[in-house]
């Protein structure tokens, strides 16, 4: 059905599932037409931020204060502070994510997000709004499951496959973030997949719509709440969408009209898996194929009576390993958050030598 009235596509997307900003000015989230629900970040955007005029003297002020605790003490504080400026903007938690560089190292990813968790409580931040982005490798993720067994919230990022959603489901995660489109593509249009139905043609969205029903099925088997989806489409019954401010402006300008649309979502649930809507019988033939997979795939999808986090996560490393997709994603993925996370070491040891 059409829209008769001069409702947007931000509007409408809204309706179906939370939006999240995925980006961290202050000025541009307090005049979003909406309120966004979570504001994520990863190493690139609080990079941005560092580096921003608004944050000079809180940089300068930061780095006197733990001159002596290195710079990943800093940063660490400067990223929480600069959440701290959109807490009360936003409905839900603010984002941040482990050291990328630091992806297999399990105490390493251990003990930067118990120090986010130190720096979030001195910040009046409580563990309801904050939540601990962690890459979806075997280490990293077996850090997450002590930090859920601790409280601290936590988020699988760089999540390219059914093996990684599984294992961040028995890490406890609350959120995960699997990428709809690789990563390259929000720079190489190129990379963007052309189709008219993105929710059955798109080659990702058999990946996404298998994530959601297993979780719906592990829900249902064993009472335990799953982790919820933070990035893909309504249709598929993704629980949100993270989405940059370039794209957030766009969805904001463009007025919906559903008589272009092959699909439609429906409005979101209270519960995302206790009573989830119908599978659509467009997207039911999504169970079965994955346009990503390789060659010699004999058509099973990952089990989940398999333990990826076992030995360190040495079944999640051959799952990936044997994924060609997940694996080189991944490797790209981390390759550009520790760009950034470089780029805000350098800023930082550059304030520290100017005071």
Not at 301 to 322: C, F, M, N, P, V
Request: overall charge negative; proline content about 6%; glycine content about 6%.
């Amino acid at each position: 059905m059409g829209s008769t009235g001069r409702q947007t596509w931000l509007e409408k997307l809204e309706e179906q599932l939370n939006v999240d900003v995925d980006w961290m000015d202050p000025e541009y989230i307090k005049n979003m037409p909406i309120r966004p629900h979570d504001q994520t970040s990863n190493q690139l955007l609080v990079d941005i931020q560092l580096g921003d005029a608004s944050n000079a003297d809180l940089l300068v002020q930061t780095c006197k204060e733990l001159k002596d605790a290195g710079w990943l003490a800093i940063y660490t504080r400067m990223a929480v502070l600069m959440c701290k400026k959109n807490i009360d903007m936003i409905r839900g938690r603010v984002l941040l994510q482990t050291l990328p560089s630091k992806a297999y190292d399990t105490q390493f990813t251990l003990d930067h997000a118990r120090l986010y968790d130190q720096e979030f409580a001195r910040a009046g931040i409580g563990r309801d709004r904050y939540c601990i982005k962690i890459p979806s490798t075997g280490p990293a993720l077996n850090a997450a499951k002590q930090l859920s067994a601790e409280g601290i919230p936590t988020l699988g990022t760089a999540l390219f496959g059914l093996p990684q959603a599984i294992a961040c489901s028995q890490a406890g995660m609350l959120y995960i973030s699997p990428y709809y489109n690789e990563t390259q593509a929000h720079d190489d249009l190129e990379l963007w997949p052309d189709v008219e139905d993105p929710a059955t043609q798109h080659p990702n969205s058999a990946r996404i719509f298998n994530i959601i029903e297993i979780y719906r099925r592990l829900y249902k088997e064993t009472g335990r709440e799953q982790p919820l989806e933070a990035m893909a489409a309504g249709e598929l019954g993704c629980h949100s969408a993270t989405i940059n401010h370039t794209i957030l402006n766009q969805l904001a300008e463009l007025k919906y009209d559903g008589t272009k649309q092959p699909g439609e979502g429906v409005p979101k649930p209270p519960h995302m898996y206790k009573n989830p809507i119908p599978t659509p019988e467009r997207l039911k033939a999504l169970a079965k194929i994955d346009p990503l997979v390789s060659a010699d795939w004999d058509g099973k999808l990952a089990s989940t009576d398999i333990d990826y986090l076992a030995d360190g996560g040495e079944e999640l490393r051959k799952a990936i390993e044997a994924d060609p997709i997940a694996k080189s994603r991944l490797k790209i993925a981390l390759k550009l958050f520790i760009g950034g996370e470089n780029r805000s070491k350098d800023k930082i040891e550059k304030a520290l030598q100017s005071i």
